[in-house]
């Protein structure tokens, strides 16, 4: 068992007066945080129940608030206010050894004078395992990464995806009740990185823990995490499963944040027809589908002037619809990305890719898309009117 | 065509070669320069007293064996007694000013505190006021606190070196990522433990090449030795080479005397041959990441 329970965290960094003008403050952007009078707030009102050997994944743009949450559970950062507890006991004031959890870092924090083996063996050593025990569970361990023709090298000689895997080693080697990993594969090519993130997923079905994994890369969020968190400026935009938040994004945020190529968003009005809700952009009106009907009425919503966002693979070459010219035209390979200008603003839109030249550009089209892949948001909070 | 190519390409030949005997030549001085002295010693030391009393001369004066003998024994300068002192002394302040030192510079980079940088501010003050300003005062205290005569009482003050210290400071924001620190920790190792088994191995070209500058300097150390220790078996090396400046010259055996000074930079010499590599690595290695 090895819950872990947020309340409520805060985080503030004092600021040195001297700093005030600076952009940085230990580290950290303080592009859009706030500041009071004790400093810069850079987490605030997270709250997160985290369930036994669940893979829990925060995502959120740089500056975010996501590595500073982590670090707190980890113990490396103090926490401001709010409650932490790990399976039960309160964990605010426990030194990070002591509260029995391994961290993954992002430039892997190897001890370059020791072998692969001394790194892993290193945490044993320290909680005075006997010789065969750390010798048992570092072979165990190495077994699980693939590493145990490297265990006599020293972190030099070995290449990235090795050095990753040897951090990752050193982390599940004594059993930790939670796993952090902060941003682990961000230091990896891209080809490496799809790999070592096919390989978490394999880990995490062989280890059993609990996951606490800290991305910018939505994909690695979308395919890793049980549960996705996305933050912003320091405060959690949505807490869902990955599907979830790409169907039912939160808020506008999270709807541009999630999903390759971005978002589509069109100014539209929300109207009341009969009893049914229809959005009407551009000259085209879409009825809503009946599971986003039953939500818009359970929270009385009225007719309004909304943002509407469509996924660019939900949008469709229609008839009629709204109108728009095509100016860029991009083969991805299995598919075509069509940049589109419509009443002034860029919109993607993707479509299957005939295998002819696909002379688009320049070319008037007509945009259509279903009622259950339309997003309506308040124009005023910028939060899904679903929610 | 080619024949203008191949005589270009001749001329281009000479142009290194002279250039190279040129930078021979000036190197080969150079290294004269340094060498003489040594060489002058070594052929003094092997000559006997009436040999020094007669005309120079860049002979091997075959007294080397007979001049050792003399001067490991005498029984005024106590060479061997020296030696032992001189090396207690410099190798203990060796170790603690690297130790202290390199455990200051992690302290002051690894920490966040209150008045951090105050406390950088004053040790780095420090470094400007010079020693023999400060030597009054402590020679005064070890009087009156009745410590001279105490060997320790040289090891100790070398603990607060703001040299040392700056250099390892500097090594250190080059070398040392925190968040080895910060996984070391999560391992569970204790602060102190952390100091000792992963960063002090970090550390180690840059602990070696301050291990042996101050070895050197403490070896050298004639100012406050000569101020505090009085008594004979406690006296260091370079005490008795200066006490050889007021014996009697027209008694005295040059030969010993010359016998003295060569055991007295033997060990700074060993050092510097043995290490040199490491000196050039320690003073190179913080500068460049990698």
Redesign the interface.
Known sequence: MSEVKLVNIKKVYPVIERNKNKKNVNGHRTGNLQITDQGVVAVQEFSLDIADKEFIVLVGPSGCGKSTTLRMV???EEITSGELYIDGEYMNDV???DRD???V???Y?????MTVYQNMA??LK??KASREEIDRKVREAAEILDITDYLDRKPKELSGGQRQRVAIG?AIVRHPKALLMDEPLSNLDAKLRNQMRAEIIKLRERINTTFIYVTHDQTEAMTLGDRIVVMKDGYIQQIATPQEVFDHPSNLFVAGFIGTPQMNFFDAELKLRDGDYWVDVEGASVRLADEKQERLKANHVEEQAVTLGVRPEHLLLADKGIAGRVTVSELMGSSRHLHLTVDGKDVIIIVPSTGGTGNYIGSDVALGFDGSNAHVFSKATEKNLEY | MTIANSSRSRKAKVQLFILRVLAYLFIGILVAMCLFFFIMLLLMSSKSNSQLQGAFSLKWGGHFLENLHNAWNDASTNIPRGMVNSFIVAMSSALITTYFSALTAYGIHVYEFRFKRAIFTFIMAIMMIPSQVSAVGFIQLAYKFGLTNKLWLLILPGMAAPVVFFYMKQYLESVLPLEMVEAARIDGSSEFRIFNEVVLPIMKPAVAVQMIFSFVSSWNNYFMPSLLLTKPEKRTVPIMIAMLRSADYSKFDMGKVFMFILLAILPVMLVYAVLSKSIIKGVTSGSVKG
């Open positions: 980890a113990g490396l030194a990070p050894k959890i391994a961290m870092f992002q430039n924090a190897l001890y370059p004078h290193y945490s320290i909680q050193r």
